[in-house]
């Protein structure tokens, strides 16, 4: 995981799909950082994974989290939240 964190714990680059393990670490760190007691608005989701990431891509980071089971969403995207699988 260290290979895909800068000094102030943000992901700088996306695991390449043969790496698909540590896609899923990554997808994991990023996960944390949501509260899983709140509701979260597609702009709210975005500006936190800006947070946490420095190669500019929330909607891949988004859609990422969403597929493997991270977020939930309203069908319209209009509310996103975190399943907490632990």
């Known amino acids: 995981m260290e ?3 800068d000094a102030k714990g943000r992901v700088t680059q996306w695991p390449s799909k043969r790496h698909r393990a540590k896609q899923r670490l990554v997808l994991e760190y990023l996960a ?3 509260d899983p007691t709140v509701t979260y ?3 709210e989701v975005n500006a936190l994974l800006r947070q946490f990431h ?4 929330p909607a891949l980071l988004r859609r990422e989290l969403f597929e493997a089971g991270w977020l939930d969403r309203e069908r319209n ?3 996103y939240w975190r399943i907490d699988k632990w």
């Open 32 to 34: 944390l950082k949501f």
């Open 3 to 5: 290979n895909y964190l």
């Open 41 to 43: 608005t597609e702009k």
């Open 77 to 79: 995207g209009s509310a």
């Open 54 to 57: 420095c190669f500019n891509d």
